[in-house]
């Protein structure tokens, strides 16, 4: 599988059974050691409309796609998460709980990774774009990529064996070239902003959306809506960025709406879910 597809599967645009069901795998089967009966996966995702064949069929490509594990208990099928999904949840668990709307730490460094490829790795080359894209990069020209701040790649970049290809350095912009101008010339700040704007659009409301009488339901959208607008900001310098950027109204609503929801969400999992421990 290729990384930008574990993206996609994060965060897809549409509604979308495989993008929830990350969100659904990464509040309640992440780091607890279970496994959830099929079925009432199957009761949980019919409050957000999703059919249990679209259910079944997500949990199959997911555990051909080694994300999931079956465990049988009798005529039940129970799921759980394998290492390589642990590892895809986390990721997505940092960017939705611990990454800010900007970055007001900024020292002034750029991560810069430069890299060249023979013709014939053209799949290798795809994948590097992804991964760095992923992991918070834009092209600047060619094969010259750049991140604000410091940023360590290698693990990131490691799986490629690309070394003898790629190189990273630590820069600062001088002479005719300034940090605003790298903002200006690599990232779609409109793009970002886009994003943003599309989750208040969605959730900055009233009323509320209409699954708002449903917790659980609402906090698997919300979660899902949120990585979606987060996933590929890469948080650029606050200084860089326009007045009124909605990133941060956005961050307020969805940490206002996850406190308010988590709680009452938690409630109906608890009465909803079967699960055996691993």
């Known amino acids: 599988m290729r990384f930008e597809d574990e993206g996609e599967q994060i965060a897809a645009t549409s509604a979308r059974p495989q993008s929830l069901m990350f969100s659904f795998l990464g509040i309640y089967v992440l780091d607890r050691d279970v496994a959830v009966y099929s079925g009432s996966i199957i009761d949980v995702f019919a409050r957000l409309g999703v059919s249990e064949d679209a259910v079944r069929s997500t949990l199959s490509r997911m555990a051909r796609r080694d994300l999931l594990t079956r465990h049988r208990r009798g ?74 701040g410091t940023k360590d790649v290698a693990e990131a970049l490691e799986p490629l064996e690309l070394d003898d290809h790629v190189t990273t350095l630590q820069a600062r912009p001088m002479g005719l070239t300034g940090s605003a101008d790298l903002v200006r010339r690599a990232f779609d700040i409109d793009g970002i902003a886009d994003r943003y704007q599309a989750f208040l659009d969605q959730w900055d409301t009233s009323p509320p959306p209409a699954v708002a009488d449903d917790d659980l339901a609402c906090q698997i959208l919300l979660h899902t809506d949120w990585l979606q607008a987060v996933r590929w900001d890469p948080h650029l310098p606050a200084e860089h960025l326009p007045e009124q950027w909605p990133a941060i109204r956005a961050e307020q609503v969805f940490r206002l709406l996850d406190r308010k929801i988590a709680r009452g969400a938690a409630e109906l999992a608890d009465a909803v879910l079967d699960e055996i421990s691993l």
Not at 83 to 99: C, I, P, S, Y
Request: a positive charge; hydrophobic letters at 40%.
């Open 75 to 148: 005529r039940k099928a129970y799921f759980g998460l394998t290492e390589h999904a642990v590892e895809v949840l986390r990721d997505g668990r940092r960017r939705v709980r611990d990454t800010g709307a900007v970055n007001r730490d900024w020292d002034g460094t750029w991560t810069v990774v430069a890299f060249s490829l023979p013709n014939d790795r053209a799949d290798a080359r795809h994948d590097l774009r992804s991964r760095l894209a992923w992991a918070g990069f834009a092209s600047l020209q060619g094969g010259l990529w750049i991140a604000p």
